[in-house]
């Protein structure tokens, strides 16, 4: 509990279903991906459980975009 947990690919319907099941066992679930976050999927926030589930936008293939994304989720959640 109270782990951070940075997945990949977070927009897409594998990344909602892992942070569901990990924010149930109280992790803090970081969802980075490419496309802006699909509204009509609901907010990443109600995919939480004890622990808290966010969205970043970034392409992991850009090295420097997934260095911003990694330390705000450092800053927002601690380490990884």
Not at 18 to 40: E, K, M, Q, T, Y
Not at 41 to 70: K, M, S
Request: charged share 20%.
């Amino acid at each position: 509990p109270g782990d951070a947990v940075l997945i990949t690919g977070g927009a897409g319907g594998l990344g909602r279903l892992f942070a569901r099941h990990l924010a149930g066992l109280g992790a803090n679930v970081a969802l980075v991906g490419r496309s802006a976050w699909d509204a009509a999927a609901g907010p990443p926030e109600a995919l939480g459980g004890p622990g808290a589930v966010e969205y970043w936008q970034a392409d992991v293939t850009d090295g420097a975009a997934l260095d911003r994304a990694v330390a705000d989720v450092t800053r927002r959640f601690g380490p990884l």
